[in-house]
């Protein structure tokens, strides 16, 4: 299986760059804020090194009062600017947030089908899911403490350096420890939390597999191999994620040395300096307080790593699913077209072709059937007509363009699988064509032949369906699906084998819908029932990716080649 790529440290903090720069104001307001965060939180332990001298130099206590004052002050803007910051930098944070999953789930669905095939619905779910959560959490929690700390932190120590610059440099004797402990953490959890995130990722394939294929896997009695597979890809992400704590803990213990270092330096230096007479006992306690205050910012900073490395490791995810090339969306538009397939030649596996040559034209307006047996490549055929897939030799095209060029709804294809969406009939219905006025929506129905059932439900075309709403048979669904087609109005209509899952009570009355959804219109159709192929305007019989013959279903019968025999089997079993 190929997994979707994960974007490089440079197309990341690129991605990053490109979104602050189209928030230049928005984020030069959140940086104000944080500032005059930041600076309100010094104020007042500056002040209390100048209370120190005050009262050791004996003065009048009328003298305390001004910075009383100017604590007092100083904690009111600073706790209105800090609850701003974090306001501020939340917002910014989803809304970039909310872009780059716009982004992520805007490529997926532009995506050709087989590249989600090879890289798995898993992954791409859990980078949406999990991915986009961890990066959520890290913008709305982690992000505004860790911006507000970095912001204190550097005011503190030019607050420092502002006391004494001999005060200051003591300060930094614990700076190489700092960054011998980020030194010797960054190089071994970065490679652990991409692991980590990917373990999440097969977790995630293997449990989406499993539900999807639950009668299947009842039907086999494959409960116990899918759990013995689910725990240990469960076990892997713990093992990963217990891996982590233990490299944070070993780094907990760096920093923690780091901090006894530095305060220790600055109050033997200190001693030093005030019995020289180069700094006052109050500098040297205001630096003494000001360092311990970096103790929470810095760990703030420090402890977060986790959060911030997994929310790294899922953004890069998150932007590498940007960086895989999607067509643009076309933008030619036709009433009338031909449908045309022009030496196309595909293969799903370079060592397995699976169309060789394929040449064929339906006229405007004529219905051509594909017949052949299981593995021809009937469906193949459908999907490049209507461009999911795309061929690796020849071309596709309506009207002379290609079908990738072509603007939304053009060409239309109905599989055997049709998805009901979870809410009203109606915007189910208007998914084809949003804002149809209710009377079209009837007539599309009634086209199909569903409006008498759709009518008789609860609550009319308002009854909620799909997940969670009034169930619906297979030909029910495949009628709602025929219905969007008449709303939608294309020119080529594809039908792969949409009339396979009615049954053989409902095939007919299935049949007699899909042939008025479809008339007038340029139709391929990927025929399960032979009846179908036999009221087509003209059949196209494909064995092993080949066209083997084509004609109408009386002069294929009259030639007793592949079709006459398929149509001799079916008979036998009608």
């Known amino acids: 299986m190929s997994a979707l790529p994960i974007a490089t440290p440079k197309q990341t903090s690129g991605w990053l760059l490109a979104e602050l720069r189209g928030r230049r104001l928005e984020l030069a307001v959140t940086g104000a804020a944080g500032l005059i965060a930041a600076a309100a939180s010094v104020v007042p332990v500056t002040a209390l090194g100048r209370l120190v001298d005050l ?9 305390l009062l001004p910075i009383a004052l100017v604590v007092v002050v100083a904690a009111v803007i600073g706790g ?22 716009e982004q992520t789930v805007g490529v997926a669905l532009r995506l050709p089908a087989t590249v989600l095939d090879r890289a798995g619905r898993g992954d791409l779910l859990s980078r949406v899911g999990a991915d986009v959560a961890a990066i959520g959490t890290a913008a709305a929690e982690v992000l505004p403490t860790v911006i507000s700390a970095v912001l204190l932190a550097a005011l503190s120590v030019t607050a420092m350096f502002g006391l004494d610059w001999r005060l200051g440099l003591a300060g930094l004797a614990s700076l190489p420890l700092y960054l011998a402990a980020l030194r010797w953490y960054l190089p071994r959890s970065a490679p652990v939390y991409a692991r980590e995130r990917t373990a999440i990722a097969d977790r995630s394939q293997l449990l989406m597999e499993s539900l999807q294929g639950v009668r299947t896997v009842h039907a086999y009695r494959l409960e116990q191999r899918h759990l013995t597979g689910i725990d240990g890809a469960s076990a892997r992400a713990r093992d ?7 490299l944070f803990t070993r780094f907990v213990g760096r920093i923690n040395r780091a901090e006894l270092v530095g ?7 200190g001693f030093w300096f005030v019995r020289s007479g180069w700094v006052t006992v109050g500098e040297t306690a205001a630096t003494a307080v000001l360092f311990h205050r970096l103790f929470n910012p810095v760990g703030m900073i420090l402890f977060t790593f986790d959060e911030i490395q997994e929310a790294g490791a899922g953004l890069a995810r998150l932007v590498g699913v940007g960086t895989l090339p999607v067509a643009p969306a076309g933008t030619v538009r036709l009433d009338k077209a031909d449908l045309t397939l022009s030496n196309v030649r595909f293969a799903y596996d370079e060592r397995v072709p699976v169309l060789r040559d394929i040449n064929l034209r339906v006229a405007p307006g004529e219905r051509v059937a594909l017949v052949g047996s299981t593995g021809a490549g009937k469906t193949t055929v459908a999907s490049i007509a209507a461009g999911i897939l795309r061929p690796r030799c020849g071309t596709a ?6 079908v990738d060029e072509l603007a939304p709804g053009i060409v239309a294809i ?3 699988e049709t998805h009901v969406f979870a809410g009203p009939l109606i915007e189910d219905l208007r998914l084809a064509r949003p804002h149809a006025p209710a009377e079209l929506v009837r007539s599309a129905l009634a086209t199909v032949g569903a409006l008498v059932w759709a009518s008789a439900l609860p609550d009319g075309l308002h009854t909620p369906v799909g997940e969670g709403g009034h169930p619906l048979t297979a030909a029910q669904c495949q009628q709602l699906a025929l219905a969007r087609l008449v709303l939608l109005d294309p020119a080529v209509a594809i039908l792969d084998e949409a009339t396979a899952e009615a049954g053989s009570a409902g095939a007919r009355a299935l049949e007699e819908s899909a042939l008025a959804a479809t008339r007038g219109r340029t139709t391929l159709l990927v025929a399960h029932r032979l ?20 004609g109408t279903h009386d002069e294929l019968v009259a030639a007793g080649g592949r079709y006459a025999e398929l149509w001799q089997a079916w008979q036998s079993r009608s």
Do not use: K, N, W, Y
């Open 55 to 63: 009262v050791r130099d004996g003065a009048a206590p009328s003298a």
């Open 80 to 101: 209105i600017a800090t609850g701003a910051t974090t306001t501020l930098v939340s917002r910014l944070g989803e809304r970039m947030l909310a872009a780059l999953r």
């Open 240 to 246: 990963l994620s217990i891996g982590v704590f233990t």
């Open 263 to 269: 305060l220790a330096t600055i109050l033997v230096a």
């Open 397 to 402: 095209s309506a009207g002379g363009t290609p």
């Open 414 to 416: 109905i599989s055997q």
């Open 531 to 550: 009846t179908q192929a036999a009221s087509a305007d003209r059949i196209v019989v494909l064995e092993h990716g080949a066209v083997l013959e084509e």
